[in-house]
């Protein structure tokens, strides 16, 4: 690990500006509906009170677009944050000014501030540097436990680090950049990348960078069709996405010219008439893709490959779903590969799951703690592993390598 964490650095007596990612879901009733990324973050924040810091923590929750939302406030996670810590929580209703002034200045130690959600003011996603300073006014040290927004340059994540002295890692952040680092450094073999969702154009740096480090590439989902529309197949009314058919066409090519780095395609998928619940559907063969019907799964057949080249896999990276899972009747290629996923981990594979809807079918499946690594950050994980430097990550404090050899 390149960068210092919390663990590197004094906590006792300090104050803690901390970015954490608690863009959760709400229920119909405002409330929190899924805590995951609350308590993704409790070691950091437990960790930092038990050394005597007072925190002030920094969020986003949702796209409020620069203005007040009251649906979007983070008194909800504040509350619900009290709830599942033993320290004191506090929350206040704005991110700067002379209100928070007052509540960041009366922390104690142990005692933790939830600033309100960070995106009501256009200067977060801007990085504007004044709005920067503000918040860097909150704390003497600086760690950014946000994975999942660590791809942005923003002014929580990139513009407050200009302040810092200190600026560390959260021990969040420290384990998802130690998981996904070592999948490129050193995974066991077979290394296989199981790639979903609707859009190739997200994967398509992916797929590049990966394709002479790992061993076998799956692909499923919506992205598919625009490799088989690249290579002359009828898709129907598929998703298909042709800006980037030259760039599939090229990838099918090289993938062809080495037999150990092949890329696997759907053999058959399921079709509907409508993509709603209860439309007619059927499976038929990737040739043979009706006029007017859509893809909306993987095939059995397909489903029988696909599980066969997880069996024997060292490593795993999982990224988005095998079709429009949200509709039982089209989840079925999901659930199978989730739990195939599952079945080589518990024979000693290392598994990694990123991205929001394979977590979400997972979550379904309740199969969440038996994968090695679930990932908060679904794009910060793919850029990551694009190659890509993510500006939250780079704007931390390097340590000294040299002192750590010796």
Known sequence: MRKKTLKDIELDGRRLLMRVDFNVPLGSDGDVADDTRIRAALPSIEYAASQGASIVLMSHLGRPKGRKDPGKSLKVVAYHLGEITSHPVKFVDD?????VDEKVA???????????NLRFYNEETSNDPEFSEKLAAYGDIFANDAFGTAHRAHASTEGVCRFFDEKVAGLLMEKELETLERLLAEPARPFIVVLGGAKVSTKMGLIKNLLEKVDRIIIGGGMAFTFFKSVGLEIGDSLLDESYMEMCREVMEISGKNEKKRIYLPVDCVVASDITSNSQHKTVSTGDMPE???GVDIGQSTIEVFVNELKEAGTIFWNGPMGIFEIPEYANGTRMIARAIVEA???GAISVVGGGDSVAALNQMHLLDRISHVSTGGGASLELLEGKALPGVEALSDRDLSKQSV
């Open 95 to 99: 991110c700067i000014g002379p209100g």
């Open 106 to 116: 009366s922390l104690k130690p142990g005692e933790i501030l939830l600033l309100e």
């Open 292 to 294: 007017g019907w859509s």
């Open 345 to 347: 981990t518990e024979k």
